[in-house]
């Protein structure tokens, strides 16, 4: 009992985690120009103290775009080299004071062509006086794009020239170095133009202490995320007389490149999944060869990936820096260290030990690489376009609800000062999904401000101006064309305590707010104080958002640690390794967000509660799972099947079945109850849920998967010869095509569904209720058309997949197959179909195989150890003489087939073993014991 309390509360704690964690600040404070309503130029915070005129400021850390389900991942920076690293050529003394140069009017570098470049495609674009609305695509075609570190363009300005101030826009989360030299021979640095701490193509501004003299000036990026991309430079002898100067605008157009990032990192992985396989093959055949050298395989691939997840941390090339060899060499150290240390501390054998070892460098490469090898979003940990609909949407939820979340925060918008912005938008009427143009859609929003008070509005609407200051323009008005808030009132309960925690705190007082409309007749040193203070809420709320989101992380190191504790360090490994080698729920998509992954955490901990026999916990967990989500539900359709078959054939339910309905009729008495009664739309709101959740079961979105994803494919209605600007939903006609397309093909569809059902079924009666519910993935994959994250539940599978070294294969051969979808398929229904078609051959092969050996009466797996497999025997002839002594004691008497022993030669069985057996049948109840049942034996 104490255990069980022990792993409940162990389970419950992430919930109530964020209050205690303290992250070190991701933003430096820094002077930012901002007018209200604009994404302006951002000036560097200098140093301290500088060595020398040019040297980099200090640098805040970068800041990344959210990600959308029809928008590709934005610029992801690698760790930025610090300032004082910067290469100093020598003639450090061109850099001075200017004594008798020209100091010519306006920019020097107007309309000039490089005279000398390497790598740079379009390279006009730099010096034509336009620059991109702030916010826009890197990948643009008013862009100039520096293929590589060593692209490069210099500019002769035609004699010496004093250079004092300098204007740049470029990609926000990359470092670019400028530098001046008089003679085109010897180059000193004169800016590292530092990241922008927001998303999208960013101005920098920089005022040199003095004046400098130079005649050549050679622009070239830094090590980052190996794209970048500059729109503008502008140099200046003297400050003009508007500052910054008057630049024409123009919105950026994207070019075709934009899928660059994701393929660098599916590459990546795909790299990752198939060293794990080698990983994973190694240690299958050592253990059944019993010869070193599959052994040296394991290692080998252990080993290989740790090496090469340290290396893409600096690019593509081998060892292409020193700082690789040293991190290599630093984890090699580690690793050899934590064998010996194992070795000893845990008496294990040598080939344990280096198989544990070669696992735990499988579980931290995995861990590694779904981060994006350390740059997550691109320059940001947080997905602020998730974040938003989790946070707003369960702060908000009682005057919300689901249908009122975009026309609400656009209301709120425009009572702010922002109309002309939000009536160029499309929006999406939460309703019924439909697109419609905002003015149409906010003509009456008469609802919003009666749902409510006037302290709760002005909350939502300095939580709208922080969530849009820090999305940037751009990308704040393309997320009105999202689905909204879809979380189940159980989820709501939670998470409404979190985000409404003095949530007083972030309205600023009356008259203090950051909006165009407050700003406009306030004199200028007030207009000073309320800017000074927002960017510093800006900062702070920054910080709070990375708490949130380190709830999220708490859920996955516990969700790992679980498997572990349940099944083993390989089980560990290999769900580590399906988790961060598959493309559908990769970080681009899951991480970052506010307990977004809290109903894959409640369905795993479920499932090795019941591995470990906790199974009133284990009912309890995967029931909190389904009322997360509502599709996890389906994973408690395999012990299901086994209840019902029990109780209409057998007319009698095992105790542990009793125990995992008895957690499961917990949970639902427990919370449905309990989040009705804590929100002010009491018991309706799950009538709303309902219907919100039937709307989006009805459409159709392109980066959906699942059984009926892939059963309403057809080539001639793929969305790149459906899509089309004549509706206001550009998929208008490729919706309607997949819906009539899954109509005339319902008899496969549902043909296919019951084939799982039927295997699922066949399986769960000889296999464990844990097992059994891992396996019910199969009816998430056949019931449900979800987006593509939730296939994180995918992992269930590791376990599995465990039994037999070909379902290993099955599974990373799967993930692997949905990284060369998105390399080679740009147009996401085509490549989340690939997918679909992926997962669909993975669980049709290991559950037919299993059925089929359960038919066939073979063994469902095999032991590696020669004396191990001896003990599985013994265990399952005591199993199975036990399953027939229960029937007899239970007042079911059958014919009880024959115990097999060992020859007359060998020992017979011990005598406290048959002490046992018959204390057992002296403690049954007498009224159940049939009359004098006789067991009988036989020999062989």
Not at 385 to 405: A, N, P, Q, R
Not at 685 to 705: A, D, R, W, Y
Not at 854 to 873: G, H, N, Q
Request: glycine content about 6%; proline content about 6%; aromatic content about 10%.
């Amino acid at each position: 009992m104490t255990r069980s309390i022990f792993v409940c509360l162990l389970c419950l704690w992430p919930f109530t985690v964020f209050a205690q964690l303290q992250p070190e600040p991701t933003l430096k404070e820094a002077t930012i120009k901002q007018e209200p309503g604009t994404d302006s130029p951002w000036t560097p915070p200098a140093r301290p103290e500088k060595p020398s005129p040019g040297v980099q400021p200090d640098s805040p850390q970068p800041n990344p775009a959210p990600v959308t389900e029809n928008e590709e991942s934005p610029a992801r920076p690698e760790e930025s080299e610090p300032a004082d690293k910067a290469p100093q050529l020598a003639g450090e003394a061109l850099i001075e004071p200017a004594a008798e140069s020209p100091c010519v009017d306006g920019n020097l570098l107007s309309q000039k062509r490089p005279m000398r470049s390497r790598g740079v495609q379009n390279e006009f674009r730099i010096t034509d006086n336009v620059v991109i609305s702030e916010g826009g695509a890197w990948n643009s075609q008013q862009s100039a794009i520096f293929t590589s570190e060593e692209a490069y363009a210099v500019y002769d300005l035609g004699q010496v020239q004093e250079i004092q101030l300098l204007l740049f826009q470029g990609d926000n989360n990359d470092e670019y170095e400028l530098s001046v030299s008089i003679d085109d021979q010897t180059y000193q640095n004169l800016w590292t133009v530092p990241v922008h701490p927001q998303a999208g193509m960013r101005q920098r501004l920089h005022h040199l202490d003095q004046t400098v003299q130079a005649r050549f000036i050679r622009i070239q990026p830094r090590e980052s995320d190996h794209l970048y991309s500059v729109s503008e430079l502008q140099v200046f002898c003297r400050q003009p007389q508007i500052w910054p100067p008057a630049l024409e605008v123009k919105q950026a157009v994207q070019t075709d490149n934009g899928n660059k990032k994701k393929d660098i990192e599916s590459r990546r992985k795909i790299v990752l999944g198939l060293l794990g396989l080698l990983t994973f093959c190694g240690i299958f055949l050592s253990h059944k060869r019993k010869e070193p050298r599959w052994q040296a395989l394991a290692v080998l691939g252990g080993a290989a990936s740790v090496i090469y997840v340290a290396t893409r941390t600096e690019g593509d090339v081998w060892l292409s820096r020193e700082t690789d060899a040293f991190v290599i060499a630093l984890i090699g150290l580690a690793v050899w260290a934590a064998i010996l240390l194992t070795r000893r501390i845990m008496k294990r054998t040598l080939r344990a030990t280096i198989e544990r070892g070669a696992l735990l460098c499988i579980v931290f490469a995995s861990a590694y690489s779904w981060t994006n090898w350390g740059v997550f979003h691109g320059s940001r940990a947080v997905h602020l376009w998730d974040t938003f609909h989790y946070y707003v949407g369960s702060k908000y939820f009682d005057e919300l609800g689901y249908h009122l979340i975009y026309k609400c925060v656009a209301a709120a918008e425009v009572e702010d000062g922002y109309e002309k912005d939000v009536m160029k938008r499309q929006m999406r009427d939460l309703s019924n999904n439909d697109l419609l143009q905002a003015k149409d859609y906010l003509a009456d929003v008469s609802e919003c401000k009666a749902a409510f008070s006037p302290e709760r509005w002005a909350a939502l609407k300095q939580d709208m101006r922080l969530f849009r200051s820090l999305m940037g323009e751009g990308w704040w008005a393309k997320m009105f064309k999202d689905h909204g808030f879809n979380g189940t009132p159980i989820w709501a309960l939670f998470g409404s305590r979190i985000t409404n925690y003095n949530w007083q705190s972030w309205v600023p007082p009356e008259g203090m707010e950051n909006s165009p409309l407050n700003l406009k007749n306030q004199p200028e040193a007030v207009k000073a104080q309320i800017k000074s203070r927002f960017r510093q809420d800006k900062i702070d709320f920054e910080r709070y958002l990375n708490r949130l989101a380190l709830v999220d992380a708490s859920f996955y190191a516990i969700i790992f640690l679980m498997i572990g504790w349940a099944f083993g360090l390989r089980a560990m490994a290999l769900a580590s390794l399906i988790w961060a080698s598959g493309y559908p729920w990769a970080y681009f998509w899951t991480g970052g967000s506010f307990m977004r992954v809290t109903w894959l955490f409640a369905a795993v901990v479920g499932v090795c509660l019941l591995k470990k026999t906790h199974s009133v916990l284990g009912g309890f967990f995967v029931t909190l799972s389904g009322l997360l989500r509502i599709f996890p539900c389906a994973l408690a359709g395999g012990v299901t099947l086994q209840i019902v078959y029990n109780a209409i054939k057998k007319r009698t339910c095992s105790i542990n079945h009793r125990k995992i309905m008895f957690g499961a009729i917990l949970a639902v008495a427990l919370l449905i109850p309990l989040s009705a009664h804590m929100s002010t739309r009491g018991y309706p709101v799950f009538e709303e849920f309902i219907g919100n959740s039937l709307k989006h079961t009805s459409t159709p979105l392109t980066n959906n998967m699942g059984l009926p994803t892939l059963i309403s494919y057809h080539p001639k209605y793929i969305a790149r010869r459906t899509r089309t600007d004549k509706y206001a939903d550009p998929f208008h006609k490729w919706k309607l095509a997949r819906q009539k397309t899954i109509k005339n093909r319902a008899v496969l569809n549902y043909g296919l569904l019951l084939g799982f059902f039927a295997m699922l079924f066949i399986i769960g009666r000889k296999v464990e209720d844990w097992e059994t519910t891992a396996l019910s993935v199969c009816l998430l994959f056949g019931i449900f058309e979800m987006t593509c994250y939730y296939y994180s539940f995918m992992i269930l599978l590791a376990p599995v997949a465990l039994r037999r070294w070909r379902y290993v294969v099955a599974v990373l051969a799967m993930t692997i197959t949905t990284q060369a979808a998105q390399l080679r398929i740009k147009w996401y229904d085509e490549q989340y179909t690939l997918c679909s078609l992926a997962v669909f051959l993975c669980l049709a092969y290991i559950m037919g195989d299993m059925t089929y050996r359960v038919l066939k009466k073979k063994p469902l797996s095999y032991s590696e150890d020669p004396e191990e497999i001896e003990d599985v025997k013994a265990a399952d002839q005591e199993e199975a003489f036990d399953e027939h002594l229960e029937d007899i004691l239970t007042g079911r008497p059958e014919s009880i087939p024959p115990v097999e022993e060992e020859d007359e030669s060998e020992e017979e069985t011990p005598k406290n073993q048959e002490a046992e057996r018959d204390e057992k049948l002296s403690d049954a109840p007498c009224e159940v014991l049939p009359a004098e049942p006789t067991l009988v034996r036989t020999k062989k």
